[in-house]
């Protein structure tokens, strides 16, 4: 399928912007990547690979682990400095694409294949170093695959994971569900809004690392498949802001790259991170069909959980008590909005 993509300056970084739809009119697909130091961001190029036949495809999303993987690995031909975390997002994004496009490369799982391809390409003088907090190639990974196996057959779908990248399923009945569960100490999604919490697994050269999955089958329709870097979940008040902020920006926009185009200038404004989006829209008919599903659910995040935010924004309150007062808005709308966002959630792997 013929995707287009365009790119431009904004917010102090670059963002880029890939918009298309299958030979079906009712599946749309969007990519959107935005880079806070122009040429050294650590997120990679989103994946949007979709059949023609739209009955098919992956999307997936790739962050470099910038502390673990702040060591300088080399310099580009144009003598910028690469870390190993840069170029670990890129090896996952090429490895991926590599794996998918040539029909998952002869039976070899997924794992094994980006656990051979980042061990070969492991430095050597990085073989020698034990006992370090530092990491070799280390970067988050998540992507969701979607297929009907048969015309008569319901999709289904397959998040894969490692870290804390996110696999979500949108519905205009149950809002925002997040699939995947963090690779993390602490794991809870309003927890991680306030401090980063370090990883239990990330995919990385020479230690050992697992690919979580989670199949959702049926796939209710109609239906947003959807990955996300923490630069996109995170730097929001609360989970219900990041549904509250896709679904405002969708209805402001007129086509799907102006969606794009909208939360990229977003995320460059607000965000403190590269962020980095994919999805698939399934079932919608069209553009218009899209943001018509919605309108239902956004009122009511809008009545429940933005508005009462820019009334205690806007409050003539002095800041300690708008801090205490944003903690409350904080566990009352996670209260409120946990039951349907919890509902899918991957269970806590041994």
């Known amino acids: 399928m013929r995707l287009d993509r365009g790119e431009e300056p904004g917010g102090g970084g670059r963002q880029a912007v890939w918009a298309g739809r299958t030979g079906r009119a009712d599946v749309q697909c969007l990519g959107v990547w935005t880079e806070k130091r ?42 910028r400095p690469v870390s190993h975390a840069f170029a670990a997002s890129r090896l996952a994004h090429l490895t991926v ?43 988050t990974l998540a992507l969701i695959d979607f297929w009907r196996p048969d015309p008569a057959e319901p999709l289904r779908a397959l998040a894969r994971w490692a870290g804390d990248s996110r696999c979500y399923l949108l519905t205009p009945d149950r809002g925002l569900q997040q699939i995947s569960r963090d690779d ?21 050269a020479g230690l ?10 049926p796939l209710p329709e109609p ?9 996109f979940f995170g730097y929001v008040p609360s989970p219900a802001m990041f549904e ?21 200038d977003w995320r460059c404004r607000t965000a403190g991170d590269d962020a980095t989006l994919a999805l698939v829209a399934i079932g919608f008919g069209s553009f218009r069909g899209l943001w018509s599903g ?26 300690g008590e708008r801090q205490r007062r944003l903690e409350e808005f904080r566990l009352l709308s996670w209260k409120t909005y946990c039951g ?7 269970g806590r792997a041994l």
């Open 97 to 139: 694409q590599e794996w998918f496009a040539g029909g998952h490369t002869g039976g070899q799982p997924l794992e094994d294949r980006l656990r051979e391809v980042f061990d070969a390409a492991r430095p050597p003088s990085a073989r020698k170093l034990r006992g370090t907090i530092t990491k070799q190639l280390p970067t």
């Open 340 to 346: 349907m966002y919890l509902e899918r959630m991957a």
């Open 184 to 204: 993390s100490i602490v794991d809870d999604p309003l927890e991680t809004l306030m401090a980063d919490q370090p990883l239990t697994n990330q995919v990385a």
């Open 244 to 264: 509250f902020e896709l679904l405002d920006n969708l209805g402001r926009a007129t086509s799907l790259a102006e969606w794009g185009r909208r939360l990229a």
């Open 294 to 319: 919605f309108q239902h659910r956004y009122s009511h995040l809008e009545r429940e959980h933005a508005q009462p935010l820019r009334e205690l924004q806007h409050a003539p309150l002095d800041d």
């Open 38 to 79: 122009p040429g050294l961001g650590e997120d990679a190029e989103p994946t949007l690979l979709l059949r023609q036949s739209g009955n098919a495809g992956v999307v997936g999303v790739y962050d470099g682990l910038g502390g673990a993987g702040a060591r300088l690995l080399g310099h580009t031909v144009d003598g």
């Open 208 to 217: 050992p690392f697992r690919l979580r999955q989670q199949l959702v089958y």
């Open 223 to 231: 239906c947003v498949l959807l990955c996300a870097t923490d630069g």
